[in-house]
């Protein structure tokens, strides 16, 4: 996921993402494992910059405590904490002992001075490597507009970059994760280039049996990349080469809805049980949308044979979770989407 607001997780709805950490990644039986939060401060250093197309930026980062790093993989969010244009970070205590929560630190950097503050943001780790001490982060690159493209555009190995991320030594793990198909064999994925380092994430840990689409729209046709995978999602790549934002991606998803259409109308003319989410109004309709809300919704599926899982620009997923949800008759519990950025408004 690239560059997007800066998002405390309470602000958000919070659902348990509780995984075992394999019996190799954990820390001795003597050690208190409570000492560890689930989330921690890593400083590290860039051993690597790859230009993977015109649009996307690899940057590798080492640091000998990345071998801590949880590898729970998938979407998993991180937050990235850029240097100021001093090249220097303010301090707010994230490597206090103990390490201060998500609340104490967000705190402490809201309240600096804003020349003193510096840029953070929200970013899915592309790869997760315990054993060599690394993780790739993908960035979207688009000149020096925003700090995040600007950074990118210029790192170099040997530069400094903070970023918070789960600990596997913690004894749970909660909340940065949003993949949740349940027991769904049948999925949908469609998002922007923000969204493209999440879904080839998603779809290389995805286990054979796994079929679907996934649409996944870039500035244009030279930034399709390579996605290794087992399952049997088929990958579309949509370059705008010049159109707006959105159009082509919404056209995919609007046909993908109309073929799947029929199927939907032939469950419900079965009585097959309609599965709606608490509280949401029936016969497909949605709630009116906030314009200040932070768009995001995880699905919690139950015995659905689809999923589904936007992102990207909120105006264009809104729009993508209607055809859906209104269009067809999936179910909200079928469908996560998150709005990882808003047109026309600077990120925070």
Known sequence: MSAQPVDVAEERPARPQIRAVPDAEKPAADVDVREFPPTRAFRTTVTAVL????????V???ADDLRHFHP???????KVFLPREDGEYPEIGLFADPAPSIMEWYHRWRDLDEAERNPIRTYTVRAIRPEQAEIDIDFVVHGTEGPASAWASTVCPGDELIVIGPDARAEEHGGGIEWNPGTARDVLLAGDETAVPAMCAILESLPEGITGEAYLEVPSSADALDVETRCGVTIHWIG???APLG???TAAVSDWARRRAEIFAERQAACEPARTAVGAPEGGELPEVDEDAVLWEVAEPDGFREY???AGEAG????LRRHLVKGIGMSRKQVSFMGYWKRGRASA
Do not use: M, N, Y
């Not at 230009?51 to 690899?58: G, K, Q, V």
């Not at 729970?72 to 991180?78: A, E, V």
């Open 240 to 242: 705008r080469d010049g």
């Open 308 to 310: 589904a899982w936007l």
């Open 60 to 62: 590798t980062l080492s």
């Open 51 to 58: 230009a993977l197309s015109p649009h996307f930026t690899r």
């Open 316 to 319: 264009v997923i809104t729009t």
């Open 72 to 78: 729970g993989g998938l979407d998993q969010r991180i």
């Open 247 to 249: 159009e082509k991606l």
